[in-house]
């Protein structure tokens, strides 16, 4: 099992997006042919993937919103999770962690 590093930087693959689906109240992360129901915790950390900040960096900003939480485990699990289902680009990994669709 490979595992997300610290320093590494998560993005969403290409055509893979989050949305916010006013009408049921849900967020959503669309994927070519499909879409996967998030809850708000998982929203937030996806929204914080961009490919610039770290896991680390990801984990610190929850943890503001979240009162002191250590959220590094947490934020590690579900990034492994997501790209376990090539939906993620893990860059800066020395192990690589990028799944094609």
């Known amino acids: 099992m490979s595992t997300i590093e610290n320093h590494a930087r998560p993005r969403l ?3 893979v997006r989050l949305r916010w689906d006013d009408l049921r109240k849900q967020h ?3 994927v070519p042919e499909g879409a996967l129901k998030l809850n708000s915790t998982a929203a937030a ?9 770290t896991l680390n960096a990801i984990a610190a900003e929850l943890e503001k919103q979240y009162q002191g939480e250590n959220l590094v485990e947490d934020v590690r699990h579900l990034l492994s999770r997501i790209s376990k289902r090539g939906l993620l680009i893990v860059e800066g990994n020395k ?7």
């Open 13 to 15: 693959v290409r055509g």
């Open 45 to 53: 950390i996806l929204g914080l993937c961009n490919g610039e900040r």
């Open 28 to 30: 959503w992360l669309l």
């Open 95 to 101: 192990q690589e962690v990028k799944v094609s669709l």
